[in-house]
Nanobody, 123 residues
C-alpha cells in the first residue's frame, strides 16, 4: 500500500506558474502509475495528467495539455505537476493518485489517493 501527500498549492495570478509535489511512502513507488486530478467546487473530479512507471509515457487532459507537465523521480519517491500559463478555471483542489495496474490509463479508477492541495488562480 502506498501513502501519498501533496504539497505546493497556493494562490497565483493568472498567467503564473506553480509546481505541485506528490510524496509517496509505504511501498515501491516505481511500481505505480501516478495521476493528477482536480475538483472545483460544484464540479466533478477531472483528470489532469498521468505518468507511467518509468516516466516514458504521459497523458494529459484536454484542458491542460500544453500548459501542464507531469514528471516523476522514482529515486526520491516523488511525482510533480508543473503548471504554467495558469487560468482562473484551473482553480481547484488537486489530488495525486497511484495505482499499480495499467488499467487506470483508460479507467482513471486509481486505488490510492492523497488528501489534496488547494490551488487558486486569481484573475
Amino acid at each position: 500500500q502506498v501513502v501519498l501527500e501533496e504539497s505546493g498549492g497556493g494562490l497565483v495570478q493568472a498567467g503564473g506558474s506553480l509546481r505541485l509535489s506528490c510524496a509517496a511512502s509505504g511501498s515501491v513507488f516505481s511500481r505505480y502509475i501516478v495521476g493528477w486530478f482536480r475538483q472545483a467546487p460544484g464540479k466533478e473530479r477531472e483528470f489532469v495528467a498521468a505518468i507511467n512507471w518509468t516516466g516514458e509515457n504521459t497523458n494529459y487532459g484536454d484542458s491542460v495539455r500544453g500548459r501542464f507537465t507531469i514528471s516523476r523521480d522514482n529515486a526520491k519517491n516523488m511525482a510533480y505537476l508543473q503548471m504554467n500559463s495558469m487560468k482562473p478555471e484551473d482553480t481547484a483542489v488537486y489530488y495525486c493518485a497511484a495505482d499499480r495496474s495499467f488499467r487506470v490509463w483508460l479507467s482513471n479508477e486509481y486505488d490510492y489517493w492523497g488528501q489534496g492541495t488547494q490551488v487558486t488562480v486569481s484573475s
